[in-house]
């Protein structure tokens, strides 16, 4: 049994605007080293799928740069591999010459070249907003032993522990796992399932659906393909029981950033021997804390420098900290620089971000201040 993957970089752009005026949702930073298509790519390589395709639509720069050619992921290979496939529907006779994809279907259509020939049986499809750690090669056993048409691999959400700003595909299952009803909304209440936008089907399905729509001029995966077989066809259900988060909004994107200060969670997510999550490695100087400096529940990267006090914060590589500055409940992303005597609360700052000296910034866990990249406060 051969799989492939293929990952969705920009599909979930619009969910954080903030944070992809110049890059991907793949390619947001998150973790302190991590970027957010580390978590699809590393589930693939760790289920031993080493075909990946990477779908790519526009401010790709900062992805292309992360993944280069996959070493990190041991996806260097000269069979199969990580190969960047172009934003372009494909040249079909009714389709506009360098016409850029809108929808997951049209990306599916431009990609249609690594569909048939990438040789794999069965096709793994993933986008970059969620966040977790699974074993994929168990979703596609159960998916072939069920003779299933589609397997979504799903969580069932519990009351307060979620916020949504876009509508996610909300789904009723039976008690056989068995997909009976599907629409896309917000969530407003415990006991929901809904997809985390993993599938599984076969190669031979795929390219059965990718040549209908483009026939019908079909627009949506979700509306056009999967709400209208599911009593024609059976559409599964995959059960995900760990720890997950879905990026859907600024909002979203701090409090899971947050929740990784729980130690069960960064447990759930990362302390799984069999299966690492692999990101770009650097070469980086290790941190160096100043005599007087406090550090409480904080994650920080490597090569920053410590001054003041940190606090419930994540810190990025490069991060530095001045003397007498206060830094809670914080994000700050790679190469900020924090004068002295500055307090911070609640905020995000993106890359290469200064922070002049004696500056007081705050903002609330429900609404982050966010300060973007390359900006001088």
């Given at each position: 049994?051969?799989?492939?993957?293929?990952?969705?970089?920009?599909?979930?752009?619009?969910?954080?605007?903030?944070?992809?005026?110049?890059?991907?949702?793949?390619?947001?930073?998150?973790?302190?080293?991590?970027?957010?298509?580390?978590?699809?790519?590393?589930?693939?390589?760790?289920?031993?799928?080493?075909?990946?395709?990477i779908v790519t639509h526009y401010n790709y720069?900062?992805?292309?740069?992360?993944?280069?050619?996959?070493?990190?992921w041991d996806l260097a290979r000269r069979s199969?591999?990580?190969?960047?496939?172009?934003?372009?529907?494909?040249?079909?006779?009714?389709?506009?010459?360098?016409?850029?994809?809108?929808?997951?279907?049209?990306?599916?259509?431009?990609?249609?070249?690594?569909?048939?020939?990438?040789?794999?049986?069965?096709?793994?499809?993933?986008?970059?907003?969620?966040?977790?750690?699974?074993?994929?090669?168990?979703?596609?056993?159960?998916?072939?032993?069920?003779?299933?048409?589609?397997?979504?691999?799903?969580?069932?959400?519990?009351?307060?522990?979620?916020?949504?700003?876009?509508?996610?595909?909300?789904?009723?299952?039976?008690?056989?796992?068995?997909?009976?009803?599907?629409?896309?909304?917000?969530?407003?209440?415990?006991?929901?399932?809904?997809?985390?936008?993993?599938?599984?089907?076969?190669?031979?399905?795929?390219?059965?659906?990718?040549?209908?729509?483009?026939?019908?001029?079909?627009?949506?995966?979700?509306?056009?393909?999967?709400?209208?077989?599911?009593?024609?066809?059976?559409?599964?259900?995959?059960?995900?029981?760990?720890?997950?988060?879905?990026?859907?909004?600024?909002?979203?994107?701090?409090?899971?950033?947050?929740?990784?200060?729980?130690?069960?969670?960064?447990?759930?997510?990362?302390?799984?021997?069999?299966?690492?999550?692999?990101?770009?490695?650097?070469?980086?100087?290790?941190?160096?804390?100043?005599?007087?400096?406090?550090?409480?529940?904080?994650?920080?990267?490597?090569?920053?420098?410590?001054?003041?006090?940190?606090?419930?914060?994540?810190?990025?590589?490069?991060?530095?900290?001045?003397?007498?500055?206060?830094?809670?409940?914080?994000?700050?992303?790679?190469?900020?620089?924090?004068?002295?005597?500055?307090?911070?609360?609640?905020?995000?700052?993106?890359?290469?971000?200064?922070?002049?000296?004696?500056?007081?910034?705050?903002?609330?866990?429900?609404?982050?201040?966010?300060?973007?990249?390359?900006?001088?406060?």
């Amino acid at each position: 049994m051969t799989i492939a993957g293929l990952i969705f970089s920009n599909i979930h752009d619009n969910s954080i605007p903030e944070m992809t005026r110049r890059r991907t949702i793949a390619s947001i930073p998150y973790g302190c080293r991590y970027r957010l298509i580390d978590f699809a790519l590393s589930n693939m390589v760790n289920s031993g799928i080493t075909n990946v395709g990477i779908v790519t639509h526009y401010n790709y720069q900062s992805l292309l740069d992360h993944v280069g050619n996959g070493k990190d992921w041991d996806l260097a290979r000269r069979s199969g591999g990580i190969k960047l496939l172009p934003p372009y529907v494909a040249a079909y006779e009714n389709t506009a010459a360098g016409k850029l994809y809108e929808n997951r279907l049209e990306a599916l259509m431009g990609v249609g070249n690594f569909i048939n020939r990438c040789g794999a049986e069965y096709l793994v499809l993933s986008d970059c907003d969620s966040i977790l750690n699974i074993d994929l090669k168990k979703v596609v056993e159960d998916h072939v032993a069920s003779g299933a048409y589609v397997t979504i691999v799903t969580k069932k959400l519990e009351a307060g522990s979620y916020r949504f700003e876009q509508p996610v595909p909300v789904l009723k299952v039976d008690e056989n796992n068995r997909i009976t009803d599907l629409a896309d909304y917000c969530p407003e209440k415990g006991g929901e399932i809904i997809s985390t936008n993993i599938m599984v089907i076969s190669r031979a399905d795929l390219q059965t659906v990718v040549a209908e729509s483009l026939a019908r001029g079909h627009k949506s995966f979700h509306k056009d393909i999967l709400a209208k077989n599911l009593k024609k066809k059976v559409i599964r259900a995959y059960p995900f029981e760990g720890w997950y988060s879905v990026i859907s909004s600024l909002d979203s994107y701090y409090q899971s950033s947050m929740d990784l200060l729980k130690s069960d969670v960064r447990r759930d997510l990362f302390r799984q021997a069999e299966r690492r999550i692999y990101t770009k490695v650097r070469n980086s100087a290790p941190t160096r804390y100043v005599a007087g400096t406090i550090v409480q529940n904080s994650l920080v990267a490597d090569g920053c420098v410590i001054e003041g006090t940190v606090e419930n914060s994540i810190l990025f590589r490069g991060v530095h900290v001045g003397r007498g500055t206060v830094v809670k409940n914080c994000i700050l992303l790679q190469d900020t620089y924090v004068g002295s005597g500055v307090s911070l609360n609640c905020v995000i700052a993106d890359k290469n971000v200064v922070i002049k000296d004696e500056r007081n910034l705050s903002g609330h866990e429900s609404m982050p201040f966010f300060i973007d990249k390359n900006v001088t406060v």
